[in-house]
């Protein structure tokens, strides 16, 4: 079963922040978040393990709540190269679980 | 360069003909699958492998079939395509992290399809 993603679109001005949401009905191990631009493969931004962590670089973070099997990516001072499809993918809790499950996306557009 | 390779990148067929999608990755990972774009729909997961001869179902598997005979190919067969499986589809791979789960995906560049 895919994960919800929300909202399903947003559009910001540069410099704004945003948060996409990531909800799963199973219990997760990890999640994934992705992003892709127009016509071209999806580029991998970071993964998250349950034990409830954090992880950024620049200026776009995630944060991993496993009790309520939920995921945020947050864009801060938002830039126009952040303009795509967000997707996250979730891995289950369990053994020998390998499969990879996307949402349907988000799709961010920053205006000047 | 690290890279996944998908052929063809395009391709317009007709139903009932049995085709082919081929992908190759030349990092070693162990693990390699197969997705599906469709407007609003997100990726869906076809299949998966593991490693060599290893392979298993994903969301969407009818209609297709995978092998793995060796590390770094895993072809996408489509024995009698359907226009339901007009799609854009993508080859990934990824070594696997620690507690055997799938790392950073790559994907390929994606192969549209038209069944007509």
């Known amino acids: 079963q895919q994960p919800v993603q929300s909202p399903q679109a947003v559009i910001l001005r540069e410099g704004e922040d945003a948060v996409i949401n990531c909800s799963s009905s199973k219990a997760l191990y990890s999640v994934h978040w992705y992003r892709q631009k127009h016509g071209e493969a999806p580029i991998f931004l970071m993964i998250l393990l349950k034990g409830g962590e954090q992880k950024g670089h620049d200026k776009i973070s995630a944060s991993f709540n496993e009790k309520k099997q939920q995921s945020s990516l947050y864009l801060t001072a938002s830039q126009l190269s952040y303009s795509g499809t967000y997707f996250c993918?979730?891995?289950?809790?369990?053994?020998?679980?390998?499969?990879?499950?996307f949402g349907k996306g988000t799709k961010l557009s920053v205006i000047p | 360069e690290a890279q996944v390779t998908q052929n063809p990148r395009y391709l317009i067929t007709v139903t009932g003909k049995k085709l082919t999608v081929t992908c190759s990755q030349n990092?070693?990972?162990?693990?390699m699958s197969w997705y599906r774009q469709d407007p609003g729909l997100g990726l869906r997961q076809i299949y998966y492998s593991m490693n060599v001869e290893v392979t298993d179902k994903g969301d969407v598997p009818e209609g297709y079939k995978v092998s793995r005979k060796e590390k770094r190919n895993f072809p996408l067969i489509l024995e009698s395509p359907s226009p339901n499986q007009t799609s854009l589809y993508f080859c990934?791979?990824?070594?696997?992290?620690?507690?055997?789960?799938?790392?950073?995906?790559?994907f390929g560049e994606g192969s549209r399809l038209t069944v007509l």
């Open positions: 993918g979730t891995a289950a809790s369990g053994a020998g679980s390998y499969q990879l499950t």
């Open positions: 990092m070693n990972h162990e693990y």
């Open positions: 990934a791979s990824s070594r696997l992290a620690s507690g055997r789960r799938t790392g950073e995906l790559f």
